[in-house]
């Protein structure tokens, strides 16, 4: 069962004031951060911060389990996105920072 606490955020690669945000990868790079190669040298995205595609938006999906196992880094990814005043969607989206 899902609670609050536990709900996943989507931060959309889109300001609060309407523009794409630029550059137009941030949220692969981002998402590099907590990615890993497999044996074949390819870029493995970690299950609690994941890129994504939403109606033709770039967007970083963000698991509500990285703010229990990684605070720290939960919020520092939510900083960015206040300090970039990108669209986020979830329960979490106003969680100070730690």
Not at 35 to 48: G, I, M
Not at 59 to 83: I, K, M, Q, T
């Amino acid at each position: 069962m899902s609670t609050e606490e536990d709900a996943d955020v989507i931060i959309q690669g889109i300001t609060e004031s309407g523009r794409r945000f630029r550059p137009s990868d941030w949220a692969e790079r981002l998402a590099g951060n907590f990615a890993h190669f497999d044996w074949d040298r390819r870029v493995v995205y970690s299950d609690e911060v994941t890129p994504a595609t939403r109606d033709g938006v770039m967007c970083l999906v963000v698991l509500g389990s990285l703010a229990r196992n990684n605070p720290s880094a939960y919020a520092e990814v939510l900083d960015f996105a206040r300090n970039n005043k990108l669209v986020c969607i979830g329960a979490q989206a106003d969680t100070p920072s730690v």
